[in-house]
């Protein structure tokens, strides 16, 4: 099983709402990702879990809060956002460690009215 | 300081040509460098992983180089077809080997 699996595929929230994004994976990989990704740009790195603790927040704002109830599993929990945070939003994980391949996960589109 | 860019922005080429994507990193001290495809709308898929102490990897038609001293790697694409039209993404780890991050890609359309 080489699958990254995120739901839901499509979200649709107002600005007051609070909605979560899911992420799950069971190949045993310690290290697992939020990327946000806009229309013809490359994946921004967000967050980074190692061995279950956030090891990189690369300053995303706090109306954004990940969670990794466990090895397998990551969250994105969202409130309070902005229309100008609609996106693709990528998880992906990896073995953990200096080598390792990056698998990623079909996303989780945003859209934010 | 991780820096990865990526030449050419876009190409256009006719179906069957042999294709070269390039990949460019600042910080030559790099863990690995990794290709993925990206299809419009859709999550990336992993094409070839070259770990740093590798010089080139080969999946099918494609074959991915590496020589960390210049600071470059290539993309490899033999006689494309339609199927490949796609934007080709290269990540290399930046200051840690958990923060992998991308080149801005290059969008490759294979014409029939």
């Known amino acids: 099983d080489t699958e990254v699996t995120q739901t839901p595929k499509h979200l649709v929230m107002g600005m007051t709402n609070k909605k979560s994004l899911k992420c799950e994976q069971h190949m045993g990989h310690r290290a697992m990702y939020w990327y946000k990704q806009k229309a013809k740009k490359p994946p921004e790195l967000m967050f980074v879990?190692?061995?279950?603790?956030?090891?990189i927040n690369e300053s995303v704002p706090s109306r954004f809060s990940p969670e990794c109830p466990n090895s397998s599993l990551l969250n994105l929990h969202l409130h309070a956002l902005q229309p100008e945070d609609s996106a693709l939003y990528l998880c992906?994980?990896?073995?953990?460690?200096?080598?390792?391949?990056?698998?990623f996960g079909e996303g989780s589109r945003l859209t934010v009215l | 300081k991780q820096e990865v860019t990526q030449i050419p922005a876009a190409l256009s080429v006719p179906e069957g040509e042999n294709l070269v994507l390039n990949c460019s990193f600042t910080d030559s001290a790099i863990y690995n460098l990794q290709w993925f495809r990206q299809d419009p709308g859709k999550g990336l898929t992993s094409l070839l992983l070259i770990q740093s102490s590798q010089r080139e990897q080969t999946s099918g038609r494609l074959n991915a180089s590496l020589d960390k001293s210049s600071g470059r790697s290539t993309l490899y694409i033999a006689a494309s077809q339609p199927g490949d039209s796609a934007t080709y993404l290269c990540a290399a780890p930046k200051t840690s080997y958990d923060k992998v991050i991308f080149g801005p890609g290059t969008s490759l359309s294979v014409i029939p």
């Open positions: 992906a994980s990896r073995p953990g460690g200096d080598t390792g391949e990056l698998f």
């Open positions: 879990y190692s061995y279950e603790k956030l090891s």
